[in-house]
């Protein structure tokens, strides 16, 4: 799978979280969040169609594109290049080094432990 680029991300969370839209849509989307111009959408949304990240409904004047990836893989696929790359492909010291940085609830602490117990169970 090619790995997309930060922007390419972004129009991807939104096309997973709408569905199939326009690029008026994804556009109007983006401009909650940051300055960019309708053709760079466009054209970004253009390449990652060539790329394969999106399909393409042409039967209407407006184009409507959906992702051609799914979620979870391209998750599991960024996951595993990250830890590879960053901590030479050590989850633990991933674990270790996100737990150490930010503050977790106990709730999160008691759902951290409960995949560690079933982790242990299947090994």
């Known amino acids: ?41 466009l054209k970004l949304m253009q390449i990652m169609h060539e790329k394969g990240l999106l399909s393409r409904e042409e039967e209407s004047r407006s184009h409507v594109y959906a992702a051609a ?9 960024l996951l595993n290049r990250f830890v590879e790359t960053t901590f030479r492909g050590s989850a633990a010291q991933l674990v270790m080094q996100a737990l150490g940085n930010a503050k977790t609830s106990p709730e999160e602490l008691d759902e951290i432990q ?5 982790l242990s169970k299947k090994q």
């Open 1 to 41: 799978m090619t790995k997309p680029t930060e922007s390419e991300l972004e129009i991807l969370q939104i096309l997973w979280s709408r569905g199939p839209s326009t690029v008026r849509q994804v556009h109007d989307e983006l401009a909650r969040s940051k300055d960019s111009g309708y053709t760079t959408t």
């Open 69 to 77: 990836v799914a979620e979870e893989a391209t998750r599991q696929t």
């Open 114 to 118: 409960r995949l560690i117990a079933e």
